[in-house]
């Protein structure tokens, strides 16, 4: 936003017009014989007259519009801009998602269920304004996309790069929970959250979905667990990243809803069950609607001041006004 610090000093700009009305309108304001420096040569007097009007039209324009332009100036134009300042954390929140090749079915059209959640989870994302926010992927193996951070901008692109099957061909969902837990320990806000994506059973990685549950309890962290995909066959399709292979075919195998539920019931979090895109939207703002803290924030006022740039433009104009009517009009001033 513009503002000006002395605003009274506009009241000169009321001081143009009649100064305009005596320098080119008032029928006493005498005149000056303006004639190319060129004659004293003898090359004799052929004057160009649109050029020369033309001319002289631009340093009128210059000359008047650098006079406003430091009027301006001296009412101090400043751009003032106010940016919130949170003076509390938020909830830090742990997105674990499933990237193993079951999340390539295609039952969540027109995408598949890994694309689906990278859809949903971006929404959410962009929701949680004030809380730190991170990623964790698993398939045989798990890893930490980005610690919880407000730099939402960067876990949208960390989230963007998670590919079917670039952590094996698996699912340790217990390895998931525990990298997302050991990350939310050191973080600092008083409510952290998980948020464990996932369409299998665990069938791999050290640590069992429980342990890694109870783990996340002693922290108290509380996980919401869903589980992602319908029952019966329904086709797949995903490319190997290692190989470039692609693969087509149909999944039956389903996630262990007991377990899930159990984790989330270990944790003080909630199950859900998402059938398509529209239920996974649905869990996610319901998630959304349950973690939420009081925040307080200031509003802190910077301004900037623009007196130079806007001087600066104006002696610019002045200059190049008489620079034209000294080196163009050819005017003996």
């Known amino acids: 936003m513009w503002v000006l610090e002395y605003p009274t000093a506009l009241l000169l700009l009321l001081l143009l017009p009649p100064a305009i009305y005596l320098k080119h309108f008032w029928s006493q304001r005498g005149g000056r014989i303006r004639f190319p420096f060129a004659i004293y040569n003898g090359t004799g007097f052929r004057p160009k007259v649109w050029r020369v009007r033309l001319a002289n039209a631009i340093a009128v324009m210059m000359f008047w519009t650098g006079l406003v332009a430091l009027i301006v100036a001296l009412a101090g134009p400043a751009q003032v801009s106010r940016q919130p300042v949170h003076l509390t954390r938020g909830i830090d929140i742990m997105v674990v998602l499933d990237e193993s090749p079951t999340m390539a079915a295609q039952d969540f059209q027109p995408e598949n269920r890994l694309e689906a959640a990278k859809d949903v989870v971006r929404r959410f994302v962009r929701r949680r ?5 991170g990623l964790v992927s698993f398939a045989k193996e798990a890893a930490l996309r980005v610690p919880p951070t407000t730099d939402h901008d960067h876990v949208l692109q960390a989230l963007d790069q998670v590919r079917i099957m670039e952590l094996g061909d698996g699912t340790a969902i217990g390895l998931g929970l525990a990298v997302g837990a050991l990350h939310l320990e050191a973080g600092q806000a008083t409510e952290r959250v998980m948020i464990l994506l996932t369409d ?5 990685g050290e640590i069992s979905p429980e342990a890694a549950a109870e783990i996340a309890a002693d922290l108290g962290i509380r996980i919401y667990t869903i589980g992602v995909g319908r029952e019966g066959e329904t086709p ?3 490319e190997d990243p290692e190989s470039g292979v692609m693969y087509r075919g149909t999944v039956v195998e389903a996630f262990d809803e007991e377990q899930l539920r159990r984790l989330a019931d270990l944790t003080g979090g909630s199950y859900f069950h998402a059938t398509g895109a529209a239920a996974l939207e649905s869990i996610l703002q319901s998630i959304d609607s349950i973690e939420t803290v009081e925040r307080r924030t200031r509003v802190e006022v910077q301004s900037e001041p623009l007196h130079r740039q806007v ?4 002696a610019l104009l002045l200059l190049l006004e008489f620079a034209l009517r000294a080196l163009v009009l050819k005017e003996i001033l």
Do not use: L, M, Y
Not at 129 to 133: C, F, G, K
């Open 129 to 133: 304004e004030n809380d730190p926010v």
């Open 200 to 204: 299998g059973k665990n069938n791999a």
């Open 236 to 238: 797949i399709e995903f």
């Open 311 to 314: 001087a600066s433009f104006g």
